[in-house]
Each structure stands twice: as structure tokens, then as C-alpha cells.
């Protein structure tokens, strides 16, 4: 049988998001493989402190230099994968939180559908992601017309059509003068609260994170018995990742987890109220990056 990976160059791609390819790089990222220590049914589930480390680099790198003037991550994308978070029209929760929010924020989206009393925000790069321009929590508020953020992009003037879509969105979810939400700078593995949520969202973000084992063991413990969670991310087979990181070290993507791990979380503690999976099959620079996406909202048993 023809393996597609033994035809692939290697590829290194560092945390300042350098590329370097071909026979000069193979022995290097092998050795990185070598350090992930894959498992063979679980895929990489779990790396090494220093390797998560690198990973938050290659994040700040991205949305504070190389996507300084971006203002969406995906989040329409994924909302249209979501089937516009119909599963929670008109759903009213007491405390909901966003872990991984990034500097844009799913929720912002998601509260078209449904109403959240008290709003919070995780991520261990939220300090940095203040001082993005389009940053959309900025001194603490959420949404509101007099959001003013766009005006400190140069030209913006010179694209009104997404200066009035920003703020039509941030009119509806915050008002005139915004919302008031809390800010947690945090990795989700050791976050300490005494809050309980009804609410937790984590969208696209296991890949960039260092435990998945303690990730799941958090989400369990500060969702609520009936509280909903909404879910996407990347399913692998752990003997694709097995041979996909033999020829590749990506600084910005620490985790490659097997289906099976996210497939026993959600199917053992939570009943689906939306379950969509999506084929993906990429290839860069001649290395065949497959997957599936999953996109799922549940309720947590009782």
C-alpha cells in the first residue's frame, strides 16, 4: 500500500512561524517527534510544559504581529458549522464561560442566539490580546456601540462596510455603553475558580493546549449537572499523527488527539442536542494533513 507520508518532505515550522523544509530539517524533526512521546492509541494527548510554551509563542506571534489587523479567527465559519447555534436559540444561562476566547471571542456570536447573564473569558494570552486593535473586551466591556477600537486602525475609514458590521455586533450583545466581563488569564489545565457555569464554550482550541486528560477533568468540574457545552475540534487517528509528525514538527499545534479520547468524554457526560462531523483533507506543501471536524453542543448528565 502506497503510505502518501514517505513521499512528503519534511517540514519545520518554528514558534516565529519560519518554515524550513527538506532533507536538512528530517533529522530535527524527528527528534521533536521523538520527544512527544505518541502514544499509540491516544495520540498526542499530553506534552511537556516547555512544548506548550513554545506553542504560546507561535500564538503571540501570529495574532500580535501577523494577523494585527485581522478581526475574526474563523468565528463565522464556525458559526455557520454550527448551524447558526440554533441548539440554543432563545436559551437563557446564568453564568457561561469561553475558554480559549482568543482576542475575538466566539461567544460574541453566540450570544445572537441565546442570553448569558454573567459573561467570562479565559485565555493565558488574554493580557497580550488587550492590546490587539480589535480586541473585543477591551478595558473589560463587552460588545457596546461606543466601541472604539476600529478607529485605531489606520484606514479604517477605508472600509466602512466592516467598521458598521463590527459595530451592529457589538450593539446587539453589549448595548450602547457595553457589558460588563470577567477576565481570566489562564491556561485552562490549572485554572482555580469557585464559580460554577451553565455554559462553557471551547471552540478550536485543544490543539494549542497541553493536557487534554485535565482539560476534560476542568470542563467537568465547573460545568454543572444539565449545563450545556459547545464543542469543536480536530479529530485524529493516532497512527496518522504517529507517521504526520515523523515528517513534521508544528511549534504552533502541541496536540494531535485520537478520536477516541474526545469520543469517550462527550459520549460517557454529556447527551447531544448537535453532533455535525466534517471530512478534512489538507495538504501543505505536499504533506497530507487529514482529520475530521467535530462540531457538537450537549447537556451534561445528571
Not at 500564538?59 to 504581529?65: A, F, G, N
Not at 479567527?73 to 464556525?78: A, K, Q, S, T, V
Amino acid at each position: 500500500m502506497d503510505d502518501p507520508y514517505s513521499r512528503a518532505k519534511p517540514l519545520y515550522i518554528d514558534e516565529t512561524i519560519a518554515i524550513r523544509e527538506g532533507d536538512e530539517v528530517a533529522a530535527l524533526v524527528r527528534a521533536r517527534a521523538d520527544e512527544t512521546h505518541i502514544d499509540p492509541k491516544y495520540g498526542v494527548a499530553q506534552v511537556e510544559k516547555s512544548r506548550w510554551e513554545e506553542a504560546q509563542r507561535y500564538e503571540r506571534t501570529t495574532w500580535m504581529q501577523n494577523a494585527w489587523l485581522l478581526n475574526s479567527d474563523r468565528n463565522e465559519y464556525h458559526r455557520e458549522r454550527f448551524a447558526n447555534y440554533a441548539a440554543i436559540q432563545n436559551m437563557h444561562f446564568q453564568r457561561g464561560i469561553e475558554l480559549g476566547c482568543g482576542p475575538f471571542t466566539n461567544v460574541r456570536l453566540i450570544l445572537e442566539q441565546c442570553h448569558i447573564e454573567h459573561l467570562h473569558l479565559l485565555d493565558p494570552l488574554l493580557p497580550e490580546y488587550l492590546a490587539h486593535p480589535f480586541c473585543r473586551y477591551r478595558d473589560g466591556k463587552f460588545g457596546g456601540l461606543l466601541h472604539e477600537n476600529i478607529q485605531r486602525i489606520p484606514g479604517y475609514i477605508r472600509r466602512p462596510w466592516l467598521t458598521w458590521k463590527i459595530k451592529a455586533n457589538d450593539l446587539r450583545i453589549g448595548g450602547v455603553f457595553g457589558r460588563p466581563v470577567n477576565l481570566h488569564h489562564s491556561m485552562i489545565e490549572t485554572f482555580v475558580t469557585d464559580e460554577k457555569f451553565d455554559l462553557v464554550v471551547m471552540i478550536n482550541v485543544l490543539e494549542h493546549c497541553q493536557d487534554v486528560f485535565a482539560i476534560f477533568e476542568k470542563i467537568d468540574e465547573i460545568l454543572v449537572s444539565g449545563g450545556t457545552l459547545i464543542f469543536h475540534d480536530k479529530l485524529y487517528r493516532a497512527n496518522e499523527v504517529q507517521m504526520l509528525l515523523q515528517k513534521l514538527h508544528d511549534a504552533g499545534h502541541p496536540l494531535r488527539v485520537d478520536r477516541l479520547v474526545i469520543d469517550r468524554f462527550l459520549g460517557e457526560r454529556f447527551t447531544s442536542s448537535m453532533h455535525a462531523e466534517y471530512r478534512v483533507e489538507n495538504e501543505f506543501r505536499g504533506l497530507p494533513i487529514n482529520y475530521q471536524e467535530l462540531y457538537y453542543i450537549g447537556c451534561k448528565k445528571k
